[in-house]
């Protein structure tokens, strides 16, 4: 009902006949859903290894999954800046379960909701923005992972230009809808180095204020990012990460609890290709190590790649191959995936066209490790020995699934 109420209060604030008012709604949004099961029966089981911060997600997504986005100029000024408001709804729900998109199995929420003043001639055509919003976002998209992503419930200056670079600041008390206490968080950023032909270099501090806790401690985290264009028809983007004490979340706050000596550094590697009209992708690195003074030590390591070669224009067979591994002091974990999906792209051949529609068949395999730290940490997973695929050590998925996004 709140989220109800809210949509429609930007949608009452977007119609306002103002002087000067700027009418155009812009909707956009994401759609991914489908169906899928086990070879050993019953519904989809999805493959991710304990400790890894993601999962290749081709054929390996195990809900249906929306949003929702508008957004309205509301107000032109002389000095030609705009006042925009924007909403997005997010609606997550399991596979196996009836599609209410509420209670155990899935939630609706808002997970933007945000004021900009952007265009600003005093900010060299920066923005001011405050509420919360998706913000400066950096992720892989064959496995979802948002390595480095200042996503906020709070307010800033973006993108400040000063002397050919960009400066931006966020304060902010959530990351994001899911994050239970309210701890302070300040992020800078400066972008806009221009390397080399097509190359851009970005630089980021985040500090993380101690909360008024017991056994609650501050920390920080840096991160260095060069992204290159006309690489293979696409791009590259390589970044290193350093972080301290709660600033070991490296994109996110991490746990408070964690003092000074606890650190962690994190290396991402990852380029697109468009070879040619028909044959694109995408290949990941990833590498991060975690040192701790309990002895928790964990060294995770993945590396993945999805091809798509298209047979006709609208005809695409897509595969997925990934691998993660994760040092601990129980051993070293390992599975491997990997899916064949035909696909419909009606769109046109690219690796990036969308949308997709794909039948899919993953195979994955775990060692010991695998299956027994993911019947301690997450009993019933697929990994675990009292997931769909018991005591065994691996297992095949099939099904169908739409993928779609619009602006």
């Given at each position: 009902?709140?989220?109800?109420?809210?949509?429609?209060?930007?949608?009452?604030?977007?119609?306002?006949?103002?002087?000067?008012?700027?009418?155009?709604?812009?909707?956009?949004?994401?759609?991914?859903?489908?169906?899928?099961?086990?070879?050993?029966?019953?519904?989809?089981?999805?493959?991710?290894?304990?400790?890894?911060?993601?999962?290749?997600?081709?054929?390996?997504?195990?809900?249906?999954?929306?949003?929702?986005?508008?957004?309205?100029?509301?107000?032109?000024?002389?000095?030609?800046?705009?006042?925009?408001?924007?909403?997005?709804?997010?609606?997550?729900?399991?596979?196996?379960?009836?599609?209410?998109?509420?209670?155990?199995?899935?939630?609706?929420?808002?997970?933007?909701?945000?004021?900009?003043?952007?265009?600003?001639?005093?900010?060299?055509?920066?923005s001011l923005w405050a509420g919360r919003r998706f913000y400066?976002?950096?992720?892989?998209?064959?496995?979802?992972?948002?390595?480095?992503?200042?996503?906020?419930?709070?307010?800033?200056?973006?993108?400040?230009?000063?002397?050919?670079?960009?400066?931006?600041?966020?304060?902010?008390?959530?990351?994001?809808?899911?994050?239970?206490?309210?701890?302070?968080?300040?992020?800078?950023?400066?972008?806009?180095?221009?390397?080399?032909?097509?190359?851009?270099?970005?630089?980021?501090?985040?500090?993380?204020?101690?909360?008024?806790?017991?056994?609650?401690?501050?920390?920080?985290?840096?991160?260095?990012?060069?992204?290159?264009?006309?690489?293979?028809?696409?791009?590259?983007?390589?970044?290193?990460?350093?972080?301290?004490?709660?600033?070991?979340?490296?994109?996110?706050?991490?746990?408070?609890?964690?003092?000074?000596?606890?650190?962690?550094?994190?290396?991402?590697?990852?380029?697109?290709?468009?070879?040619?009209?028909?044959?694109?992708?995408?290949?990941?690195?990833?590498?991060?190590?975690?040192?701790?003074?309990?002895?928790?030590?964990?060294?995770?390591?993945?590396?993945?790649?999805?091809?798509?070669?298209?047979?006709?224009?609208?005809?695409?067979?897509?595969?997925?191959?990934?691998?993660?591994?994760?040092?601990?002091?129980?051993?070293?974990?390992?599975?491997?995936?990997?899916?064949?999906?035909?696909?419909?792209?009606?769109?046109?051949?690219?690796?990036?066209?969308?949308?997709?529609?794909?039948?899919?068949?993953?195979?994955?395999?775990?060692?010991?490790?695998?299956?027994?730290?993911?019947?301690?940490?997450?009993?019933?997973?697929?990994?675990?020995?009292?997931?769909?695929?018991?005591?065994?050590?691996?297992?095949?998925?099939?099904?169908?699934?739409?993928?779609?996004?619009?602006?």
């Amino acid at each position: 009902m709140k989220t109800r109420r809210r949509l429609g209060l930007a949608l009452t604030l977007g119609s306002l006949a103002l002087p000067g008012a700027a009418m155009a709604l812009d909707f956009s949004g994401y759609l991914r859903s489908g169906a899928g099961g086990s070879t050993e029966g019953g519904t989809q089981s999805c493959f991710q290894l304990p400790g890894a911060q993601s999962k290749y997600r081709l054929g390996n997504e195990c809900e249906q999954y929306i949003e929702l986005d508008l957004r309205q100029d509301l107000f032109t000024l002389d000095d030609g800046s705009v006042l925009s408001i924007e909403g997005m709804a997010q609606l997550y729900n399991q596979y196996g379960h009836t599609p209410k998109f509420t209670g155990d199995y899935g939630f609706a929420r808002m997970n933007q909701m945000y004021a900009e003043w952007s265009k600003v001639p005093a900010l060299n055509g920066g923005s001011l923005w405050a509420g919360r919003r998706f913000y400066k976002r950096n992720d892989i998209h064959i496995s979802d992972f948002y390595y480095w992503n200042q996503s906020a419930t709070g307010a800033g200056i973006e993108d400040y230009e000063l002397g050919g670079l960009k400066y931006s600041y966020a304060f902010s008390r959530k990351d994001s809808v899911f994050q239970e206490a309210y701890i302070n968080r300040h992020d800078f950023n400066v972008g806009g180095f221009d390397t080399n032909p097509g190359g851009e270099l970005e630089f980021g501090v985040s500090y993380i204020d101690k909360p008024d806790s017991t056994d609650a401690h501050s920390g920080w985290a840096v991160t260095a990012q060069h992204k290159q264009d006309g690489f293979l028809g696409g791009g590259n983007t390589f970044a290193v990460q350093y972080g301290r004490g709660p600033g070991t979340g490296l994109g996110y706050t991490g746990d408070v609890t964690l003092d000074n000596s606890a650190k962690s550094w994190r290396v991402v590697e990852f380029f697109d290709w468009q070879a040619t009209p028909r044959f694109g992708g995408q290949f990941q690195v990833v590498y991060q190590k975690d040192t701790r003074d309990d002895g928790a030590d964990q060294d995770w390591l993945s590396i993945g790649v999805r091809p798509s070669y298209a047979i006709t224009e609208q005809f695409k067979l897509v595969t997925e191959l990934g691998h993660d591994q994760v040092d601990a002091t129980d051993g070293t974990r390992k599975l491997t995936k990997f899916t064949i999906a035909p696909t419909w792209s009606p769109s046109g051949p690219g690796f990036w066209e969308r949308p997709e529609i794909r039948l899919y068949y993953t195979y994955a395999s775990w060692n010991k490790a695998a299956q027994v730290a993911a019947s301690q940490m997450d009993p019933g997973s697929a990994l675990s020995d009292t997931g769909t695929f018991g005591t065994a050590r691996h297992g095949s998925n099939f099904g169908v699934q739409v993928e779609y996004w619009w602006k």
